[in-house]
Nanobody, 123 residues
Framework: VQLQASGGGLVQAGDSLRVSCAASGRTFSSYVMGWFRQVPGKEREFVTAISWNGVSAYYADSVKGRFTISRNNAKNTVYLQMNGLKPEDTAVYYC?????????????????WGQGTQVTVSS
C-alpha cells in the first residue's frame, strides 16, 4: 500500500483546512485509516481514525468537535477536515493504514504510512 498525503499549508488561527490521503496498491476498503501528527522532539500522536466502512470514527480529545475524518472508498481517499485551527495544531500530519477491522489509537498497530504533510497555524 502506498499513501500520498496532500493539502497541508500555512493558515491563521481559526481558519479551516482539509488534508487528503490517497491510497494505492491494494484494496482500500478493507482497511482502517488513521491520521497522526508529530512535532519535532515529541512522539507521534493520534488524531483520528475511521473504520473500513466509514461508520465509526474516533478522535483525540484535543481535536474533538473541530476535526472530521471521512473516506471515499471508490476514490481510495481519506480526508481530514480541520476547522477552528489553533497554533497547537501545528505539526506534520501523517495518514496511516491498519490491517484488520479494529480501529486503534496506537501508532504501532498501523502497517503503512504516508510521507506526511505540514500544517502550520499562525496566531
Amino acid at each position: 500500500v502506498q499513501l500520498q498525503a496532500s493539502g497541508g499549508g500555512l493558515v491563521q488561527a481559526g481558519d479551516s483546512l482539509r488534508v487528503s490521503c490517497a491510497a494505492s496498491g491494494r484494496t482500500f476498503s478493507s482497511y482502517v485509516m488513521g491520521w497522526f501528527r508529530q512535532v519535532p522532539g515529541k512522539e507521534r500522536e493520534f488524531v483520528t481514525a475511521i473504520s473500513w466502512n466509514g461508520v465509526s470514527a474516533y478522535y483525540a480529545d484535543s481535536v474533538k468537535g473541530r476535526f472530521t475524518i471521512s473516506r471515499n472508498n471508490a476514490k481510495n481517499t481519506v480526508y481530514l477536515q480541520m476547522n477552528g485551527l489553533k497554533p497547537e495544531d501545528t505539526a506534520v500530519y501523517y495518514c496511516a493504514v491498519k490491517n484488520g477491522m479494529g480501529v486503534s489509537r496506537e501508532s504501532r498497530e498501523y502497517d503503512y504510512w504516508g510521507q506526511g504533510t505540514q500544517v502550520t497555524v499562525s496566531s
